[in-house]
T-cell receptor
Framework: AQKITQTQPGMFVQEKEAVTLDCTYD???????LFWYKQPSSGEMIFLIY??????QNATEGRYSLNFQKARKSANLVISASQLGDSAMYFC???????????FGTGTSLTVIP | KAGVTQTPRYLIKTRGQQVTLSCSPI?????VSWYQQTPGQGLQFLFE???????NKGNFPGRFSGRQFSNSRSEMNVSTLELGDSALYLC??????????????FGPGTRLTVL
């Protein structure tokens, strides 16, 4: 079974608008972490934001915020005031248990339209 | 601080050959993980090394191996290359976030093409 599901293969957003990228996860471990990464065409994965399973508040990092709904097992990424440089692939990932094995979703390709 | 570095950035090999990829983590990071990224399978975890010991291993055949040195640098080796091994190989090193959860910082990757 997929541990991380991203149902939007591609998304378009107008420059300066906000966009939400969806992510749902599956785990029975009470302790886990959720991450979002951006991958531009150059290939490097850039860490954006992190949410821990015990965190009471949604994580925010500049223009990025994570809409964490634990009961629904969703961790959507919200990008406010989109910029042309935001065009990239976005991956949701989860870490659970010990060690550093991350499970990644299939990604969402975001295109920002001027 | 310098980021994660990977060498070489691009590599072309033929079937049956072997290849070694190198990764230098961010200074002070002791955990190094490797991932394979392909259009068909997405990002898949290969293995993780921590303090020179393999701590976790993904579901890959024994042709894929790795090691970590005392300075935390890591190498990944693929023997008897197959066409399906063509992929972007990403290395990530771990940094302890506040709250006790490691996040991973990735290098630029090595793009391997097997002909």
């Amino acid at each position: 079974a997929q541990k991380i599901t991203q149902t939007q293969p591609g998304m378009f957003v107008q420059e300066k608008e906000a966009v939400t990228l969806d992510c749902t996860y599956d785990t029975s471990d009470p302790s886990y972490g959720l991450f979002w990464y951006k991958q531009p065409s150059s290939g490097e994965m850039i860490f954006l934001i992190y949410q821990g399973s015990y965190d009471q508040q949604n994580a925010t990092e500049g223009r990025y915020s994570l809409n964490f709904q634990k009961a629904r097992k969703s961790a959507n990424l919200v990008i406010s005031a989109s910029q042309l440089g935001d065009s990239a692939m976005y991956f949701c990932a989860m870490k659970q248990g010990t060690g550093n094995q991350f499970y990644f979703g299939t990604g969402t390709s975001l295109t920002v339209i001027p | 601080k310098a980021g994660v570095t990977q060498t070489p950035r691009y590599l072309i090999k033929t079937r049956g050959q072997q290849v070694t990829l190198s990764c230098s983590p961010i200074s002070g990071h002791r955990s190094v993980s490797w991932y394979q990224q392909t259009p068909g399978q997405g990002l898949q975890f290969l293995f993780e090394y921590f303090s020179e010991t393999q701590r976790n291993k993904g579901n890959f055949p024994g042709r894929f191996s790795g090691r970590q040195f005392s300075n935390s640098r890591s190498e990944m080796n693929v023997s008897t290359l197959e066409l399906g091994d063509s992929a972007l190989y990403l290395c990530a090193s771990s940094f302890l976030l506040a709250g006790g959860t490691d996040t991973q910082y990735f290098g630029p990757g090595t793009r391997l093409t097997v002909l």
